[in-house]
């Protein structure tokens, strides 16, 4: 049984995601309890722990099947002080459940059933003393514990149905991007990694210019490309998070979310994500869409790519403009991505926690344009292969979301599920799921092989 931290901070906006991305990344998703059993500590007044041992180490149930975890105390002095209650939400929206755990014997157990596909999300909080609160004049100390599994995930299905014209609406815009030429505009950037060549990027895009870096091997030959999104936010990019992957063989661009020299952190508005978000024609994710798109164009257009290989890869955000790259441009050969955003958009309104860019739920005619940016819906163009981790307690990119866009790629796919893991930026220590495996990924191609994704989790969740 491992130990693990059981911390949740509150986060601000400007804080949702950090770059994990930039290390290389992901596990091999085969199932073992002792290797993903959660034991989760309390920090509470004397550093006592409790300890959650789920009925199955996968963290992934059956309908009808009881989910559940065995709760112990230490032994000893340690034994904790007060008590402790929790509730059960399905799919981080809907109380299904609540209780308290008695552990004067040593141990008690927390459980649910569902008859139908979902995620559960469980908070445990613990409750001081009597004693305790009279002195703090507070029911509760430390922050609260969270826990999570899925039922019959890969049975989720959309909240709403996809616009009768999503594709024809994407079409059009690709269309019309195909007739602006891509216009590179390269300055060579001093670089302090050896070998490897820097240059600053500006293509032309459909009423916007992709920016960002871009960094090569500096040797003659033809090279496998490596795309990488960016997270949410407005910030300057770092530059060795393409030199780092030319270095390795990479021809490597790192694309700016925004219309902005990739060294500039300010000139668009951090709420960004609200512009437009009554019309599809106006949406600020239309032209950063149509700009991850460009840049595969620019990519495949290039003398030194080795004709074969386009990976996308991001977190978060990243994610979702992985996903959307993917599905609009058909020169991607494999993605990657972590914890993705932008699904189940309407969700809040299907008893369904939607996260970011969190479109407001309230106002009918953001819920109408934020489908046409939804993953979930832009899921079914991908052709080739993808590589998804989500974190089980994630409540910025919530996992039922990303199971559901997922179960909508027609091709072969691979999840990574990380059961202990919140958002990348929260628990970043939980994350090594998915760094080792998509490390393991890009190895296969960099050496000029095909990643071929692992079905052992459809047959399990199936």
């Not at 891509?182 to 293509?203: A, E, F, H, N």
């Not at 490596?226 to 021809?251: H, K, N």
């Not at 998804?388 to 979301?401: Q, S």
């Not at 990303?402 to 939980?430: F, R």
Request: hydrophobic share 40%.
């Amino acid at each position: 049984m491992t130990v693990i931290a059981a911390t949740s901070p509150t986060m601000k906006q400007s804080t949702l995601d950090r770059p994990v991305m930039n290390r290389p990344s992901l596990n091999i998703p085969l199932f073992t309890a002792a290797s993903l059993a959660l034991a989760l500590c309390v920090p509470l007044a004397h550093a006592q722990q409790l300890s959650f041992q789920p009925f199955h180490g996968s963290g992934i149930y059956q309908p009808g099947e009881k989910v559940g975890w065995t709760v112990s105390r230490p032994q000893g002095p340690a034994a904790p002080i007060g008590t402790y209650t929790y509730t059960i939400k399905t799919n981080n929206s809907t109380i299904t459940t609540t209780g308290s755990l008695d552990l004067s014997s040593g141990t008690a157990t927390i459980e649910a059933t569902l008859n139908e596909p979902a995620m559960l999300y469980v908070e445990v909080t613990a409750n001081a003393s009597p004693t305790a609160a009279a002195q703090t004049s507070n029911a509760a100390i430390g922050p609260p514990i969270h826990l999570g599994a899925a039922i019959a995930p890969v049975k989720l299905q959309p909240s709403v149905p996809r616009p009768a014209d999503f594709d024809s609406f994407w079409d059009a815009r690709l269309k019309a991007l195909a007739e602006i030429p891509i216009g590179p505009v390269l300055s060579p950037t001093s670089t302090s990694q050896p070998g490897v060549d820097l240059y600053t990027v500006r293509l032309d895009s459909l009423g916007s210019h992709v920016q960002g870096y871009l960094a090569r091997p500096a040797q003659e030959g033809k090279f496998p490309a490596l795309v990488i999104f960016q997270y949410a936010g407005v910030y300057a990019l770092q530059p060795a998070t393409v030199t780092d992957r030319a270095a390795e063989g990479w021809l490597a661009f790192d694309v700016d979310s925004h219309d902005i020299p990739p060294s500039q952190a300010t000139g668009v508005s951090t709420t960004y994500y609200s512009i437009g978000d009554t019309s599809r024609e106006a949406s600020y994710f239309l032209n950063m869409y149509l700009r991850d798109s460009r840049a595969i164009d620019y990519i495949a257009s290039r003398p030194d790519w080795d004709g074969k290989n386009i990976v996308v890869m991001g977190t978060s955000m990243g994610g979702q403009q992985s996903l959307a790259a993917a599905a609009l441009n058909p020169k991607v050969t494999a993605v990657i991505v972590n914890e993705p955003s932008g699904a189940d958009s309407n969700g809040d309104l299907h008893g369904r926690k939607a996260g970011y860019p969190y479109w407001s739920s309230g106002n009918p005619k953001v819920m109408e344009t934020a489908l046409y940016f939804d993953t979930v819906n832009l899921a079914s163009r991908i052709k080739a292969p993808v590589l998804a981790a989500i974190g089980f307690i994630d409540t910025i990119a919530p996992p039922a979301g990303i199971w559901i866009a997922i179960n909508q790629i027609p091709g072969p796919k691979e999840v990574v599920p990380m059961v202990e893991s919140d958002h990348n930026n929260i628990t970043p220590e939980k994350q090594d799921a998915y760094n080792s495996r998509s490390k393991e990924v890009l190895g296969i191609i960099l050496r000029g092989g095909e990643f071929v994704p692992n079905q052992e989790l459809t047959r399990k969740t199936n």
